[in-house]
Every structure is written in structure tokens, then in C-alpha cells.
């Protein structure tokens, strides 16, 4: 069965600070991974997906996730935190079944201290 | 632009009643999801449909049920709502059935029962 791991519950970073949000992932196939970012009040908005192609997967507002095999991971990144970063971040894996459903994790909320 | 409408985004029930959140989505998505949110508990799936009329019971069904009679629109209903179904509720919709596939998220329904 496929699930994540999502290391901290909160994070806060300085503003112009690296963000890096952790996420270890566990599947018996090779994973589909996703990061989404759910800003106050709203749904969730997809970042970034990675989907066996290249092992560095760019999103948008500037945040990257590597895929590592070897570690089961798949970290979030960004190289200067901005106050409009601000959010609840959760990743997720797909089950590779024929649903192909999303398991989430239990989101890493990101806190940018001016 | 994929679209995700919710019927609300709060709403306020008493023990006992029945509740309908709708769900409507506007990119001719066979694949429709409600999921409810909560702290600490990430996302959780209800129900899924993969085309109209079908439905799937997800990780925790129990208090709910679902109706899909049009494509676009996906309906939750609470047979008889519990204080400790008082929670964000999540909509999403994708198309195809390949894991790789986005899941867009409608704007969420915050429920409180009272």
C-alpha cells in the first residue's frame, strides 16, 4: 500500500531563507508523487508532480522536489522564502491501482516570519 | 482553466439534519472525489465516481453517500449529520484514470454541526 511521510507539522522560515519541506513516500511500484499548496480559506492547488521522467521536477512559484529513489523521498524546495508562501503544504502519492487515488500526507503548514 | 465550484463555503447544521454539499466541475472530468480535511489528519477520501450513475466507497464512507446523476456534478450528502462530521469538506475532479493525472480542488465547504 502506498502512504507519506510528512517530517514537521509546522515550519517557519525567515523570509529570503530556504524553504525545505520534507516528504518520504512508501509504494511497492514506482511512485506518481505530487506537492500541493493550500493557501488560507481556499483549495488545493497543485505545485509540482513528478512522473518518472526527470528526477528534478520544477513548479510553480519558484519550488523544485528532487525524486530520490535510494532515500524514498521527494523534498520540497524553494531558495528564498517570500511572505506569500505562507500556506499548508501536502504531498501526496498516487496508488497505482485502478483507481489510481492520491494518498496524502498530513500537510506541513509553512510559516514566513518577516 | 479547470473550474471546481462548491455549492457553499460554510455552512451551519444541527444534529440530525440532512446535508447536501454539491460539487460541480466544468472541464468534462469523468473522475469526481469528496474528501474531508482535518488537522493533524490531512485528507481523507469519502467517495469517488469514476463516470455518472457509479460510485466507490473511499477510506471512510460511513455517514455518508453520494449521488452523481450528471457528469458535472457530484453531490455528498450527510444522512443525519454528527457533531464529529463537523469538519472542511474537498471536492476535486480529474480527468482519465492514469495516476499521473491532476486532481483540481474546488474552493472547499467548511461545515459545522451543531
Known amino acids: 500500500a502506498q502512504s507519506v511521510t510528512q517530517l514537521g507539522s509546522h515550519v517557519s522560515v525567515s523570509e529570503g531563507a530556504l524553504v525545505l519541506l520534507r516528504c518520504n513516500y512508501s509504494?511497492?511500484?514506482?511512485?506518481?508523487l505530487f506537492w500541493y499548496v493550500q493557501y488560507p480559506n481556499q483549495g488545493l492547488q497543485l505545485l509540482l508532480k513528478?512522473?518518472?521522467?526527470?528526477?528534478l521536477v520544477k513548479g510553480i512559484n519558484g519550488f523544485e522536489a528532487e525524486f530520490k529513489k535510494s532515500e524514498t523521498s521527494f523534498h520540497l524546495t524553494k531558495p528564498s522564502a517570500h511572505m506569500s508562501d505562507a500556506a499548508e503544504y501536502f504531498c501526496?502519492?498516487?496508488?497505482?491501482?485502478?483507481?489510481?487515488?492520491?494518498?496524502f500526507g498530513t500537510g506541513t503548514r509553512l510559516t514566513v516570519i518577516p | 482553466d479547470v473550474k471546481v465550484t462548491q455549492s457553499s463555503r460554510y455552512l451551519v447544521k444541527r444534529t440530525g439534519e440532512k446535508v447536501f454539499l454539491e460539487c460541480v466541475q466544468d472541464?468534462?472530468?469523468?473522475?469526481m472525489f469528496w474528501y474531508r480535511q482535518d488537522p493533524g489528519l490531512g485528507l481523507r477520501l469519502i467517495y469517488f465516481?469514476?463516470?455518472?450513475?457509479?460510485?466507490e466507497k473511499g477510506d471512510i464512507p460511513e455517514g455518508y453517500s453520494v449521488s452523481r446523476e450528471k457528469k458535472e456534478r457530484f453531490s455528498l450528502i450527510l444522512e443525519s449529520a454528527s457533531t464529529n462530521q463537523t469538519s472542511m469538506y474537498l471536492c476535486a475532479s480529474r480527468t482519465g484514470t492514469g495516476g499521473a493525472e491532476t486532481q483540481y480542488f474546488g474552493p472547499g465547504t467548511r461545515l459545522l454541526v451543531l
Open positions: 513528478y512522473t518518472s521522467a526527470a528526477t
Open positions: 501526496a502519492v498516487s496508488d497505482q491501482t485502478g483507481a489510481n487515488n492520491l494518498f
Open positions: 465516481s469514476y463516470d455518472v450513475k457509479m460510485k
Open positions: 472541464m468534462d472530468h469523468e473522475n
Open positions: 509504494s511497492s511500484v514506482p511512485p506518481y
